[in-house]
């Protein structure tokens, strides 16, 4: 059974740059949601997607967006990057809503300069 | 809104030694509770959870109890081994207020020496 897969592994960017991260989550799981952990910190919720919609969204700006795919699987873009913006970026499936049990990829590491 | 506080860390304990790390919440629900562990390079494992008050998760030798009138759920293991050294997150998700999101902890880590 295919746990939540992200791709990729690592990255580097430079500061203005755009990204985009990619996750599959658990089979049988319809319901993705995003978190950025920066280093020595918890993950923060950045969003979540649910039938190709976004349902809820963390305090994140409008830098950051998703989509999601009819298979489930799930995009996170983030524009104009800062080197704030430097971390480790998570997803984590389920499966419907209510939301109780996540479980999470091994994470996209990016870095910015 | 929402919170977890978790002690700081390191921990660190010689191995068969007891565990404690200490989790308090701030939810205006009734939020499910969670312990996470990560290990070097990787990402979150749910370890365990609860769901209502009073209820006990448990997995793998640790375990945690709901507890509503002190608002805590401390993660116990009875005898630590040098492969339990990992960051420990306590999370919450209070579905009853149509959240959706988990709140962690800032993360505890743990150090286990031979």
């Known amino acids: 059974d295919a746990g939540v897969t992200q791709s990729p592994t690592h990255l580097i960017k430079t500061r203005g740059q755009q990204v985009t991260l990619r996750c599959s989550p658990k089979?049988?799981?319809?319901?993705v949601s995003w978190y950025q952990q920066a280093l020595g910190q918890g993950p923060q919720f950045i969003f979540q997607?649910?039938?190709?919609?976004?349902?809820q969204r963390g305090n994140f700006p409008d830098r950051f967006s998703g989509h999601q795919f009819p298979n489930y699987s799930s995009e996170l873009n983030v524009n104009a990057l800062l080197l704030g913006d430097s971390a480790l970026y998570l997803c984590a499936s389920s499966l419907g809503l209510p939301v109780n049990e996540q479980y999470f990829g091994p994470g996209t590491r990016l870095t910015v300069t | 809104g929402d919170s977890v506080t978790q002690m700081e860390g390191p921990v660190t304990l010689s191995e068969e030694a007891f565990l404690t790390i200490n989790c308090t919440y701030t939810?205006?629900?009734?939020?499910?509770l969670f312990w996470y562990v990560q290990y070097p390079g990787e990402g979150l494992q749910l370890l365990l959870k609860?769901?209502?008050?009073?209820d006990k998760g448990s997995n793998k030798g640790f375990e945690a109890t709901y507890r509503k009138e002190t608002t805590s759920f401390h993660l116990e293991k009875g005898s630590v081994q040098v492969s339990d050294s990992a960051v420990y997150f306590c999370?919450?998700?209070?579905?009853?207020?149509?959240?959706?999101?988990?709140?962690f902890g800032t993360g505890t880590r743990l150090l286990v020496s031979p």
């Open positions: 999370a919450l998700s209070d579905l009853n207020t149509g959240f959706q999101k988990l709140v």
């Open positions: 609860a769901t209502k008050a009073d």
């Open positions: 089979s049988g799981h319809d319901t």
């Open positions: 997607y649910y039938e190709e919609e976004e349902r």
């Open positions: 939810a205006t629900g009734y939020p499910s």
